[in-house]
């Protein structure tokens, strides 16, 4: 079968660091993406690794392991806004395949 | 143009009634897709759209039928809908199926009630 694991929910201090794990196993790879969703809003694209390693982007990098089926997202200096969930995908037979989502909690 | 755009926002309907939600997105992209989302889960595929052609069907109930009207629109017609399809329809375009990213633009989605 084809699944992404990812923690339900992260709790973290305005201005400190959050990593965000995702675990895949999936037939056929691509790359990993990541998607932010606030509350009562759409999702929005942020980072999409294919190759092993970190890509920044601002405050967020995202890191991939192809060899160990497994990627992290990673906010700095958290801000409010911030506060939202976090989904990993992966491209699966020209759909992404969706992890359950992390819901993150910043507290000041 | 980097917009998705959907109508309505909100929808209440009946189960006996009719309704269609829109989509549009002028970005040039050749795919689109329907997500349904219910709370606190991932969104969940429902069609996808290639070059205004079905591509892909989510086993999703006949009371649900797409429309691509041509490369920019995308059309779902409801009809005899259920209690249990309360959720919010999200539109999602990306340049084409083959493209590896495939990074996906979300419309701000339709939040449908059945009554």
């Known amino acids: 079968g084809q699944s992404l694991e990812q923690p339900s929910e992260v709790t973290a201090v305005e201005g400190a660091i959050v990593q965000i794990n995702c675990t895949y196993q999936?037939?056929?790879?691509?790359?990993l993406s990541w998607y932010q969703q606030h509350d009562g809003g759409a999702p929005t694209f942020l980072s999409y690794?294919?190759l092993d390693g970190l890509e920044e982007t601002g405050r967020f990098s995202s890191f991939l392991s192809r060899s160990d089926s497994y990627g992290y997202l990673l906010l700095q200096e958290l801000q409010m806004k911030d506060s939202a969930s976090y989904f990993c995908?992966?491209?699966?037979?020209?759909?992404?395949?969706w992890g359950a989502g992390t819901k993150l909690i910043i507290k000041p | 143009d980097t917009e998705v755009t959907q109508t309505p926002k909100h929808l209440v309907m009946g189960m006996t009634n009719k309704k269609s939600l829109k989509c549009e997105q002028h970005?040039?992209?050749?795919?689109m897709y329907w997500y349904k989302q219910k709370a606190k889960k991932p969104p969940e595929l429902m069609f996808v759209?290639?070059?205004?052609?079905?591509?892909i069907n989510e086993s999703v109930p006949s009371r649900f039928s797409p429309e691509c009207p041509n490369s920019s629109l995308l059309n779902l017609h409801l009809h005899a809908l259920q209690p249990e399809d309360s959720a919010l329809y999200l539109c999602?375009?990306?340049?084409?199926?083959?493209?590896?990213?495939?990074?996906?633009?979300f419309g701000p989605g339709t939040r449908l009630t059945v009554l």
């Open positions: 999602a375009s990306s340049q084409g199926l083959a493209e590896a990213r495939n990074e996906q633009f």
């Open positions: 970005m040039g992209h050749r795919a």
């Open positions: 759209y290639s070059y205004e052609k079905l591509s």
């Open positions: 999936t037939s056929g790879f691509y790359g």
């Open positions: 690794n294919a």
């Open positions: 995908a992966v491209k699966s037979n020209y759909q992404l395949i």
